[in-house]
């Protein structure tokens, strides 16, 4: 069945004063029949008569005025909240009051909101600051694929401005490939601000209760030029150094050696000065070999090639091979590591010569020990020695604090645990004092703690 429309309701000033009116009209009644039988003349109850209407008329008047009246302040008050204008504030309040105690709220209303509002317009204007000066494009899009939100960068990165690039889908712009697949992953792109790898991240928000994607790219291009210009500049320091460091002896000797031929007659230990230069100039040119020949090594690591082997017996056979003092191998478990064990061999091997290095120099000892645990091989090479006092420059290549060292054992060592998806850390011993060094490995098949039996010749 439809509904009947409702019937149009008085206004409530007009309601609430019917309803005064209402409330006054019995005594007055009252009043007037009293002063009806009553033995007052004729004018004289008639002008009481009006007197008390007038009364009553006034008094409803008063009580809708009293009741009105403060319900428009509050709703002014409200029309002010609602239009962002925080500095109008209820007057007159008492606590105790139920209409002051409302007061009293709306107030704490208005000063809490306005206090919000502040904090999102500061929010507001550092979040534009950040966008504006960040170099990453920061675009959002709608559920059509709409552009509607793009920050400077994206707008360099697009070559236009946001009025223009407002609406447009992504597949016009060349971004249709980053609204699908992983959110977050590298890709190659050919914008009109320019190409290469990119990372992209992908997330989805609301604004106005409608969901948007947020789409971010950062250009990986720059990021590697730069590093790869980082890496060449240091490389070009230290084998310009290494190579001053041997030429400049080599052309002083040879200076000296060729005024000591033209000297006539020549002196009489020519021979010994000759025979000293030519060692000294063949013993600088095989230390630019060695130099060399390490550069390669390090710049030409093969890949591993993984067969597994006896954890033990890797250890035990390495500490075999230094013969300057005995190192000490604590027994571990048996376990079982696939990598590629030339490797691996050459690997600890530096780690345990540069052990017995640093305790040679006080006397002391080194030792070896294994363990593992939740998937992982720990290795650990400890020594007495004075301990590390340049840590920064551990795996920096070439640079070493050693006579005759190349500076390259460490750097090698880490490239080849991170061959194996490993790592390597060296840190002094606490307490001290020495150095450990450590060497984690992932494990095949579980925790790999299973008995070891490596192929023959491991």
Known sequence: ??????????????????????????????????????????????????????FWLAGAWGVRQR????????????????EGDYSVQARGARHGDALGEVQFELNALARHMHVQRLEALEA?????????????????????????????????????????????????????????????RSLTLNLPGGGGRWEMRRGGFREHGLPLQLLLLSDLSRALREEERRAWQ?????????????????????????????????????????????????????????????????????PPQPRPFSVEAWIGRVARLETRLPVAVEPGP?????????QMEHLLINLVRNAADAALETGGGVRLRWRGDHHRLTVEVDDDGLGLANPANLFVPFFTTKP??????LALSRQIAEAHRGTLTLENRAPGPGCRARLVLPLPGGAGMRAASPPAGN
């Not at 005064?20 to 004018?43: D, E, K, R």
């Not at 204007?125 to 899009?141: G, I, N, Q, S, Y």
């Not at 509607?148 to 060349?174: D, I, S, V």
């Not at 005759?404 to 054992?409: D, E, L, R, Y």
Request: net charge neutral.
């Open 124 to 184: 507001g204007m550092l979040l534009r600051k950040v966008m504006a000066e960040v170099d990453m494009a920061v675009m959002a899009f709608d559920a059509d694929d709409r552009l509607r939100l793009l920050n400077p960068a994206a707008e360099r990165l697009l070559q236009a401005p946001l009025e223009e690039l407002r609406g447009r889908r992504a597949a016009e712009l060349g971004l249709a490939e980053c609204l699908a697949g992983e959110p977050a």
């Open 334 to 342: 048996a376990l079982t590591l696939v990598a590629d064990p030339d």
């Open 1 to 54: 069945m439809a509904r009947l429309p409702s019937q149009p309701r008085l206004r409530f000033e007009l309601r609430l004063y019917l309803f005064a009116l209402g409330m006054g009209l019995p005594p007055l009644a009252v009043a007037v029949w009293l002063l009806s039988h009553s033995s007052l003349p004729a004018v004289l109850r008639g002008a009481l008569d009006m007197v008390l209407a007038l």
């Open 234 to 302: 240091r490389l070009l320091r230290v084998i310009g150094h290494e190579i001053n460091n041997s030429l400049a002896p080599i052309k002083s000797i040879s200076a000296s050696l060729w005024q000591l031929l033209s000297q006539q007659p020549p002196p009489e230990d020519w021979r010994e000065d000759m025979q000293s230069g030519l060692e000294i100039i063949s013993s600088r040119s095989a230390a630019l070999a060695r130099f060399l020949e390490t550069y390669t090594r390090l710049a030409r690591l093969p």
């Open 67 to 82: 009741i009105v009246r403060p319900l428009q302040t509050l709703s002014n008050l409200l029309a002010s909240l609602r």
């Open 404 to 409: 005759g060292g190349t500076g390259a054992g």
